[in-house]
């Protein structure tokens, strides 16, 4: 699960980073309200955690404009602001949750868990299917019927992006973003490399899904159809 933390306390974000990537998941910063927007429309996050006090734009005003561009990304507010028209404010333009600081990392470990366990479409403990294969993203196994083989953590990570994502044709932007996060500088090659790995695996189930290149723009996983 890929988290974006919004938030202009460097210090905050830095020591929250910490702990949540102990718990296994991964986390982008940003410091500013205009930043914060463009990687929201982006789609490569499954949760954002939000402060309401930012630079170059609050964070109502920067939710309200994801969801007016139909950002459906779940969002917690973590904010000073405390006080009951502030709470009602905040979920009202579009948050999922609203938490108050001073915060107990605790509380906000379960209420990250409470989002995840809603039906939608980053649930990750479910088994994901598409034509004749099932891919379990706990322990990146690929299967098709007794037919199995076993991924590294970042095909499994593209695997289940593209799992996720059937027909749409992904960026490579976005690709790159969401498999290795947004100050990662690796390089496009390393893309073009595990697409690569990724048709071998599927190859190896003897799968029908073909994971097409789109020129110019990325890639595509879809079910090859037989007449």
Known sequence: MRILMIEDDKELCEATKYRLEKEDFQVDVCHDGEEGLYYM???IHDLVILDRMLPSMDGVSLLREARRTHVSTPVIFLTALGEL??????LDCGADDYMVKPFAFEELLARIRCLMRRPGKWDDSSL????????????????????????SKREGALMEVFLRNPGQTLTRTVLLNRVWGLDSDVEEGNLDNYIHFLRRRLKSVDSSLVLKTVRGIGYQLEVLLYP
């Open 128 to 151: 994901l299917k598409l034509g004749d294969i099932t891919f379990d993203p706990e322990n990146n196994r690929l299967f098709k019927g007794t037919k199995e083989c076993t991924l």
């Open 41 to 43: 429309q982006e789609n």
């Open 85 to 90: 028209n502030d709470k009602i404010t905040g």
